[in-house]
């Protein structure tokens, strides 16, 4: 008699889409969309959730693209595990990118166009990231893309803030992946990428100046004093590089909070909110 008791499909679902990791694609569609002006809560909340479909199905491509090398390495995804099978996965992560890209179709050609070469940006990463190096900056490119897609749906659309602050959450997503690559290994962590992760704060020094530098300070000190934080948990004998990644991908809604600190707008309590959800679902659904 097996008294193993499998998970339920919901579970399986919320495991393959990472959905811990959702508040972190809310807060770059906020923070783009503030930076291009604002506009209809509607928009907002139709590219938001259009994104977030991007985002579930290309996580559900990467245990798709990945099934062999988890099948040697990782036995407790759901495709090696038996939970679910690889064809569905497949299955699965078209059908949330294609519900995606029909969302953001409604809201005009410019954030189709963004949207189109996000989605192949996220093929593309989780098609050839176990094969080459440079995979990092395909991740950076599509969180970049994210942004992109989110102002191209506001009223002043895509601006140079907008590419300038974008690019430096490119970084940092380049950094914090390319850091992750040691994850699933014992080797040492290489720690030069870490570079990256200080891109936000750059950004903040050269760009958010006079009566906003207050402000870009004191977001500056909180991002920077997480980040560290997060680090130190790849430090020592009870090292845990897991959990370093996780809380740096949480560290995500802080960047973007950086990004729209000089403007202060009303929306900036979603992105705390949003920074203690990812943490509390990252207790019961693994963000990596």
């Not at 990945?66 to 569905?88: K, L, M, N, V, W």
């Not at 040691?182 to 050269?206: D, R, T």
Request: proline share 5%; glycine share 8%; net charge positive.
């Amino acid at each position: 008699m097996n008294l193993i008791r499998r998970p339920s499909r919901l579970r399986i679902f919320l495991v393959l889409g990472r959905v811990s990791n959702l508040p972190t694609v809310w807060s770059d569609c906020l923070a783009a969309w503030v930076l291009g002006s604002g506009g209809s809560v509607a928009r907002l909340i139709c590219v938001t959730t259009s994104m977030s479909f991007l985002y579930v199905g290309g996580m559900f491509l990467n245990d798709a693209f990945d099934a062999d090398f988890d099948q040697r390495h990782r036995r407790s995804r759901p495709i090696p595990s038996g939970a679910i099978t690889e064809t569905a996965v497949w299955q699965w992560g078209f059908l949330w990118m294609i519900l995606g890209l029909l969302g953001v179709a409604w809201l005009g050609i410019a954030p189709l166009i963004f949207a189109l070469s996000l989605s192949a940006c996220i093929v593309a990463y989780n098609a050839i990231h176990k094969w080459t190096p440079l995979a990092p900056l395909l991740m950076g490119a599509c969180r970049l893309g994210v942004y992109l897609t989110a102002a191209s749906a506001a009223p002043d659309g895509v601006n140079g803030e907008i590419v300038w602050k974008g690019a430096a959450l490119a970084l940092y997503i380049a950094g914090l992946s390319w850091v992750a690559r040691k994850e699933s290994g014992s080797a040492a962590v290489n720690y030069w990428p870490c570079i990256l992760l200080a891109a936000p704060i750059f950004m903040a020094v050269c760009i958010d100046d006079g009566p906003s530098s207050g402000a870009a300070v004191v977001f500056s000190s909180v991002l920077a004093a997480w980040t560290v934080w997060a680090l130190t948990r790849s430090i020592g004998p009870t090292r845990n590089i897991g959990l370093m990644i996780s809380r740096l991908l949480a560290g995500i809604v802080l960047v973007d909070a950086l990004a729209v600190a000089r403007i202060g707008v009303p929306w900036m309590g979603l992105f705390p909110l949003w920074f203690a959800l990812a943490l509390l679902l990252q207790r019961f659904i693994p963000a990596t």
